[in-house]
């Protein structure tokens, strides 16, 4: 390299670094692309974007081709750095180690760490605008690259690794809900919540959310007619569920704003009400409320009766219950229904035992478990073993409770001792849940 005047060999040096730069930025780049982003502004008609994605569709050549680029440049710039410290110092081994070291810390600074770090940072502005540089090279270097990739290739199946191109680019349910809950950026609060509660429609199932057997506010037509005309009278729901003598043997669901043409006509009986009845429509349990969302909307209902394996009538479900789940409660408190929180002067939190885990977890902040029992009295029962007396306190999932009342074979108040769960969540009474909705 005699010929060449000692200007130009360190231009051509700079010239090497910066080019080694672009291969250390455009390899980082296209890595850390978001490649959802990425699709979105290649469906808008965006060119970078389309050979960018065209790229990554393609891993192992556009690592080739990269990989290659910068392995060529940096062992040219050795030998360049060589050959000007030959020049300048002369060939003794110390002047030849200083070289090393300098071009090593100019390649570290200019040509990875620096142009990296950038790289990272700015990625999706990044990758579009490098793939015009890199799709030529590709199809330049493409002999190269396919031989490099014959014996990568080989060392891969060699170790029994698999490549997809599409890896990166699929999430599961749980990483959906993830970034849901992190955009706070891009959703607001409410639409934030929304979206992750629709995301666990499919792992909460009915019985997470129904009505219990002990709490279905039922007719029995074997009653007088006298009682008749007085539940229906007071009843606050628009269905409800009507049985013959024992709760097992439902037999239909009434309807109603029906009953008013026939109160108005004279005496109510089970006689006139069997006529308005429509027939009963039953959930399996463990259903998973995305699913009997869909089956509530294919067959135009909107309350079910869940029961289990043996036929047993289980609970109640309604439309409303599974929305609820989703946007959060906004139903009104039934009239004459008992607020099923009460916050006391110094902190804890009066609660019914027969309150839904989910609810209290929701609305108080607390961390019960919900794989098992679904009510507060079932998880207290589980955790002692036994009905427990009043006057018992104790710990469970890391809140204090001490049992105010037991009723029979079940807890029917519970005081949650302070701290509760969230101690500045606004506390609202809850209505118990009805057993039918508007």
Known sequence: MDEFSFDTLALTLVALIVAAGFFSIAETAMMAVNRYRLKHRAQRG??????????????????????LGNTLVAAAAATLTAVITKRLFGEGELALGLGTIAISFALLVFAEITP???GAAHADKLAPLVSFALVPMLKAATPAVWFVNLFVQGLLKLLRIKTTSDAGTTLTQEELRTLVLEGSHYFRGKHRTMLANLLDLEAIT??????????????????????LRQQLATSYHSRVPVYDDTLDNIIGVLPLKSVVHVQQLGEVDADRLRPLLRPPYFVPAGTPLLTQLQQFQADRQRLGLVVDEYGELQGLVTIEDIVE???GEFTTQ????????????DGSVVVDGMTQLRALNRRLGTQFPLAGPKTLNGLIVEHLGDIPDAGISFKLAGQGIEIVQTV????????????VGRASAPLQST??????SS
Not at 334 to 345: I, L, V, Y
Request: proline content about 8%; aromatic content about 2%; charged content about 30%.
């Open 334 to 345: 039934a009239p004459g229904a008992a607020d099923s929180f009460r916050r006391e002067t």
């Open 206 to 227: 009915v019985d997470d959310v129904m009505t219990p057997r002990s709490q279905i506010h039922a007719l029995n037509l074997a009653e007088k007619p006298a009682l």
């Open 408 to 419: 029979d074979r079940a807890v029917r108040v519970v005081r949650l001792l302070p701290p």
């Open 325 to 327: 789940e989703i946007i």
């Open 431 to 436: 209505p118990e849940r009805a057993s039918s």
């Open 46 to 67: 965006n060119r970078g974007a389309k050979l960018a994605l065209g790229l990554l569709s393609e891993t192992d050549r556009l690592l080739g081709v990269i990989l």
């Open 116 to 118: 990296k770090v950038v």
